[in-house]
């Protein structure tokens, strides 16, 4: 047990299980399965963290091309992990005398989503500046937040998944140009791209601090 506490993923999973954890007790609450979709997103919520920590370990010495590749895979996914914030919408649906324990069971589904996004945006940061230079590292995780935000309009409001790109790439790019001049698209954009890029900064403010501590 304390190995769990002593590592990223080990706290990830304790937090992981226990929002799976509040999940069984409405469960058992209500007789209803409701808020069943909210493991869905947490899993998609993990894909990025997934893909970047894999990135990480296993491709540090692999070819630009091929770095690329896997980089432009993960943005794909990232914007799954903020998009659970937008589950609060769902929020209507809870019972009057069960409202408090709908609120936190959506606090802490999101909340694990945000932090999947910053981790994983921050390995992503991190490997960037080790194999280019901080400027382009920097730049990246700009465009990353942004684009994270653009993302999440697009699962929320125009109901694209990731892999749509894929199979449907030509819908989403007529799509989302029809949606240029749709304050909404700016709004979510802008709003959530500046949001999650203030907690990316905040966390590695955090992490340069802690790292200030242990040199002295």
Request: charged share 15%.
């Amino acid at each position: 047990m304390k190995k769990l506490f002593k590592s990223t993923k080990g706290l990830l999973f304790l937090l992981i299980s226990f929002c799976l954890f509040l999940w069984m007790i409405r469960i058992s609450m209500t007789k209803s399965l409701f808020f069943g979709f909210l493991i869905w997103n947490l899993f998609l919520a993990y894909t990025p963290y997934f893909i970047s920590s894999i990135i990480k370990e296993k491709m540090q010495n692999s070819s630009t091309f091929k770095l690329i590749i896997a980089l432009f895979v993960w943005l794909l996914f990232l914007p799954n992990a903020p998009y659970i914030i937008t589950d609060f919408i769902h929020l209507h649906h809870a019972k009057a005398n069960l409202i408090w324990l709908d609120i936190f069971i959506l606090f802490a589904f999101s909340s694990t989503g945000l932090l999947l996004a910053i981790l994983s945006l921050t390995d992503v940061y991190k490997l960037i500046k080790q194999k280019w230079n901080l400027q382009y590292a920097n730049y990246f995780s700009i465009s990353a937040t942004f684009l994270c935000g653009f993302g999440i309009y697009l699962g929320r409001f125009l109901r694209f998944n990731s892999w749509d790109v894929f199979t449907n790439p030509l819908l989403i790019l007529k799509k989302s140009f029809l949606s240029i001049n749709d304050p909404k698209t700016w709004f979510i954009t802008i709003s959530f791209g500046s949001f999650l890029y203030l907690l990316f900064s905040l966390f590695k403010s955090v992490e340069n601090i802690s790292l200030e501590n242990k040199k002295h």
